[in-house]
């Protein structure tokens, strides 16, 4: 029998009833996290049958989606700079959590931030967990050594009444990282390398684990950003083995083991990288000494190039392809640097994290936004807004033109008032560009924290190297 | 949950590929704390322009798609967010049903957790589907086929579980629910 992977032992350490022919396995979650917008009718499902929530302890609940980035402090203010629906939710998931009975890192809370930020902040997000939440962005928390996936409403509902899930196992994939990234290129490189290889479909029914070599180079907060859009590659999950780094980025974290407790995990969290033998049922490698800076010109997160490449011609019978190109306003065989921005959007679970707002700051300190280009800059979390603002980010932001916010998740999807307006092109550090994902008609480029400043700064996309020393 | 047995229904054809959840129902739609009325803006941004008119070429707009409950799709359709309001607009609007080469891993689950069936086939009935727009096609579940307008028929996965579910129309919480021992008995002995 061959070795076990990291999925394959997390799994089965959390499986309370294993699968069978006629039934899926009954998998228990260790950490559920709930927000706003997919949690309501989760809750309306519980209130009418009498169900109460099975563990408050391992729940962990914010707001971050449709929550305003200007500040607020009370309903009061929400009610003048929310829309009404957007207010209605917010008011909806106070209640909620009050009635269930659930810590709510609301409005106004020193913890509150993006659900995929917050938690891995917080130490509540650690190796071997099984982590799942109403977000298809939950793969963030693989980062750790976790085994966390996104659900629909109807499973929120199953697991806040039951802590469990029922799931058929996944196939795995590995995805093995080798060589080492050149300056100017980034985690946000690597993973837009990676879908745009394996395609956005390339990991649909299976369980990412990243391996290799360049992996030890790569910091906690740059694994999250490449695990946040392993599904925009099609998988639900996608995880680093812990290390060294893993353990050092937890301790000291206020939800992380303390003293006694913490030698134990730690003895536990060694034993779960897979085994030199594991076997994985399909495996790439991507070299990562040969990428550049890369960045989207299409409709999906696949359609992808480096930076100074050429938009790629369509073949004749892909409607979809000439579909996003015309939507993009792009041409075939044209370079997509040059092409003129209208708004730059920093921000995101993929892109907001501390070392993303140094990575902006690094390129925008002692420059100006070219005119007419709006750009913002919307922090992960409340915490990460006071390190930044201790470290004079925001001063370096100011100064350049930029609007400094407060945390959410913003215009990666344009539900609480921040959006690109119809027709205009933004450079987004977020990890969708569909068709109006950041507002009706909005044109989306996705790329790094450097490549989203470079291209403020010369109002056209542009390559981050050229700004670096 | 309605049981779910037969579907017996005109498909409506939109042959785009990597069709995303964005796009089923666009975030502004999510402000919502219901699942009901979300129909209305299913595909609000290919149904309807920026005054709200709507878009004369596309397919919801043509009278033929009036009653279908069968849309057939490009591969790999409901990519992206795991919103489960795609599912529930679909439903909403009308339909039971999407066929596809390949959905979306959360999608598919959303949606078979409300009755609305991901059925994939392979790349030849799908060719012919994509080629028959309005062809009168049955899906049925209890043997998880289709069958086409001249009798042919084909199978299509169906995971066993979730089969049961559709055609009792039972939600997977009483199986959960039921299992409150052994959840117990896993509390206890990893605590």
Same mark, same amino acid.
């Not at chain 1, 938690?119 to 966390?148: M, R």
């Not at chain 1, 109807?154 to 697991?159: A, S």
């Given at each position: 029998?061959?070795?076990?992977?990291?999925?394959? @032992?997390?799994?089965?350490?959390?499986?309370?009833?294993?699968?069978?022919?006629?039934?899926?396995?009954?998998?228990?979650?260790?950490?559920?996290?709930?927000?706003?917008?997919?949690?309501?009718?989760?809750?309306? /499902?519980?209130? %009418?049958?009498?169900?109460?929530?099975?563990?408050?302890?391992? #729940?962990?609940? #914010?707001?971050?989606?449709? #929550?305003? #980035?200007?500040?607020? *402090? %009370?309903?009061?203010?929400? @009610?003048?700079?929310?829309?009404?629906?957007?207010?209605?939710?917010?008011?909806?998931?106070?209640?909620?959590?009050?009635?269930?009975?659930?810590?709510?890192?609301?409005?106004?809370? %020193?913890?509150?931030?993006?659900?995929?930020?917050?938690?891995?902040?917080?130490?509540?997000?650690?190796?071997?967990?099984?982590?799942?939440?109403?977000?298809?962005?939950?793969?963030?928390?693989?980062?750790?050594?976790?085994?966390?996936?996104?659900?629909?409403?109807?499973?929120?509902?199953?697991?806040?009444?039951?802590?469990?899930? =029922?799931?058929?196992?996944?196939?795995?994939?590995?995805?093995?990282?080798?060589?080492?990234?050149?300056?100017?290129?980034?985690?946000?490189?690597?993973?837009?390398?990676?879908?745009?290889?394996?395609?956005?479909?390339?990991?649909?029914?299976?369980?990412?684990?990243?391996?290799?070599?360049?992996?030890?180079?790569?910091?906690?907060?740059?694994?999250?950003?490449?695990?946040?859009?392993?599904?925009?590659?099609?998988?639900?999950?996608?995880?680093?083995?812990?290390?060294?780094?893993?353990?050092?980025? /937890?301790?000291?974290?206020?939800?992380?083991?303390?003293?006694?407790? $913490?030698?134990?995990?730690?003895?536990? $969290?060694?034993?779960?990288?897979?085994?030199?033998?594991?076997?994985?049922?399909?495996?790439?490698? =991507?070299?990562?000494?040969?990428?550049?800076?890369?960045?989207?010109?299409?409709?999906?997160?696949?359609?992808?190039?480096?930076?100074?490449?050429?938009?790629?011609?369509?073949? %004749?019978?892909?409607?979809? &392809?000439?579909?996003?190109?015309?939507?993009?306003?792009?041409?075939?065989?044209?370079?997509?640097?040059?092409?003129?921005?209208?708004?730059?959007?920093?921000?995101?679970?993929?892109?907001?994290?501390?070392?993303?707002?140094?990575?902006?700051?690094?390129?925008?300190?002692?420059?100006?936004?070219?005119?007419?280009?709006?750009?913002?800059?919307?922090?992960?979390?409340?915490?990460? @807004?006071?390190?930044?603002?201790?470290?004079?980010?925001?001063?370096?932001? @100011?100064?350049?033109?930029?609007? $400094?916010?407060?945390?959410?998740?913003?215009?990666?999807?344009?539900?609480?008032?921040?959006?690109?307006?119809?027709?205009?092109?933004?450079?987004?550090?977020?990890?969708?560009?569909?068709?109006?994902?950041?507002?009706?008609?909005?044109?989306?480029?996705?790329?790094?924290?450097?490549?989203?400043?470079?291209?403020?700064?010369?109002?056209?996309?542009?390559?981050?190297?050229?700004?670096?020393? | 949950?309605?049981?779910?047995?037969?579907?017996?229904?005109?498909?409506?054809?939109?042959?785009?590929?990597?069709?995303?959840?964005?796009?089923?129902?666009?975030?502004?739609? =999510?402000?919502?704390?219901?699942?009901?009325?979300?129909?209305?803006?299913?595909?609000?941004?290919?149904?309807?322009?920026?005054?709200?008119?709507?878009?004369?070429?596309?397919?919801?707009?043509?009278?033929?798609?009036?009653?279908?409950?069968?849309?057939?799709?490009?591969?790999?359709?409901?990519?992206?967010?795991?919103?489960?309001?795609?599912? $529930?607009?679909?439903?909403?609007?009308?339909?039971?049903?999407?066929?596809?080469?390949?959905?979306?891993?959360?999608?598919?689950?959303?949606?078979?957790?409300?009755?609305?069936?991901?059925?994939?086939?392979?790349?030849?009935?799908?060719?012919?589907?994509?080629?028959?727009?309005?062809?009168?096609?049955?899906?049925?579940?209890?043997? *998880?086929? /289709?069958?086409?307008?001249?009798?042919?028929?084909?199978? &299509?996965?169906?995971?066993?579980?979730?089969?049961?579910?559709?055609?009792?129309?039972?939600?997977?919480?009483?199986? =959960?629910?039921?299992?409150?021992?052994?959840?117990?008995?896993?509390?206890?002995?990893?605590?």
């Amino acid at each position: 029998m061959s070795g076990r992977s990291l999925f394959d @032992k997390i799994w089965e350490q959390h499986v309370v009833l294993p699968e069978n022919s006629n039934t899926p396995a009954i998998l228990y979650i260790d950490l559920h996290l709930v927000h706003e917008v997919t949690s309501p009718q989760a809750f309306d /499902l519980l209130r %009418s049958n009498g169900i109460s929530v099975r563990r408050p302890d391992l #729940t962990l609940a #914010t707001m971050d989606h449709s #929550t305003p #980035t200007v500040p607020v *402090s %009370s309903l009061k203010d929400l @009610k003048v700079v929310a829309e009404p629906e957007a207010f209605n939710q917010i008011v909806q998931m106070e209640k909620n959590c009050e009635e269930f009975g659930l810590e709510l890192r609301g409005l106004g809370n %020193s913890e509150r931030g993006i659900v995929h930020v917050i938690a891995p902040e917080l130490g509540a997000t650690q190796p071997g967990k099984t982590i799942v939440c109403g977000d298809s962005h939950t793969s963030t928390h693989g980062a750790l050594g976790a085994l966390a996936f996104g659900i629909g409403t109807t499973e929120v509902y199953h697991v806040l009444a039951t802590q469990c899930l =029922l799931q058929r196992k996944p196939k795995t994939f590995a995805i093995n990282l080798e060589g080492h990234l050149q300056s100017g290129v980034t985690a946000k490189d690597i993973i837009l390398g990676i879908i745009g290889k394996i395609g956005i479909d390339g990991g649909t029914g299976h369980a990412i684990e990243y391996r290799g070599d360049a992996v030890k180079q790569l910091s906690i907060e740059e694994r999250m950003t490449i695990c946040n859009m392993a599904i925009e590659g099609g998988a639900r999950t996608g995880m680093f083995a812990p290390d060294d780094s893993t353990y050092e980025y /937890l301790y000291g974290r206020p939800h992380a083991p303390q003293d006694e407790a $913490w030698d134990i995990a730690l003895k536990e $969290w060694k034993m779960l990288p897979s085994d030199d033998d594991a076997q994985f049922d399909k495996e790439v490698t =991507l070299d990562v000494s040969k990428l550049r800076p890369m960045a989207t010109f299409g409709t999906n997160p696949g359609m992808v190039i480096p930076i100074d490449g050429a938009i790629p011609s369509p073949s %004749s019978s892909d409607q979809g &392809f000439t579909k996003a190109l015309d939507y993009m306003q792009l041409e075939a065989g044209q370079p997509l640097a040059g092409s003129p921005v209208d708004v730059v959007f920093i921000g995101s679970c993929t892109n907001s994290r501390l070392s993303d707002l140094r990575a902006a700051a690094s390129v925008l300190n002692g420059r100006k936004v070219a005119e007419g280009v709006r750009t913002l800059i919307v922090p992960g979390s409340a915490q990460i @807004k006071r390190e930044a603002e201790a470290e004079g980010l925001p001063e370096i932001f @100011k100064a350049a033109g930029a609007e $400094w916010r407060e945390p959410g998740c913003s215009m990666c999807l344009a539900m609480n008032g921040d959006f690109v307006p119809e027709g205009k092109l933004a450079v987004s550090t977020s990890n969708r560009n569909f068709e109006g994902r950041q507002g009706k008609g909005a044109r989306t480029i996705l790329a790094s924290p450097l490549t989203a400043a470079a291209s403020a700064i010369n109002g056209v996309v542009s390559d981050p190297r050229t700004f670096i020393s | 949950m309605e049981p779910v047995n037969k579907i017996n229904s005109r498909t409506v054809v939109i042959p785009l590929d990597d069709v995303d959840t964005d796009q089923i129902i666009p975030a502004r739609y =999510l402000r919502t704390t219901v699942r009901a009325g979300l129909g209305e803006n299913l595909f609000a941004d290919w149904r309807y322009d920026k005054n709200g008119t709507k878009v004369a070429d596309f397919v919801l707009n043509n009278d033929e798609a009036n009653g279908a409950e069968i849309l057939v799709t490009g591969r790999n359709f409901g990519c992206g967010s795991s919103r489960e309001h795609a599912p $529930w607009a679909l439903l909403d609007y009308g339909f039971r049903a999407v066929i596809s080469t390949e959905i979306a891993d959360i999608f598919r689950s959303n949606s078979l957790k409300n009755g609305f069936l991901p059925v994939v086939v392979d790349e030849q009935t799908h060719e012919w589907l994509i080629k028959n727009p309005g062809a009168e096609i049955t899906l049925d579940i209890e043997s *998880s086929t /289709l069958v086409l307008p001249d009798g042919r028929s084909t199978s &299509f996965p169906l995971e066993s579980f979730s089969q049961y579910c559709l055609l009792n129309g039972i939600d997977e919480l009483g199986f =959960l629910m039921d299992n409150s021992a052994s959840i117990d008995a896993y509390e206890e002995q990893t605590n």
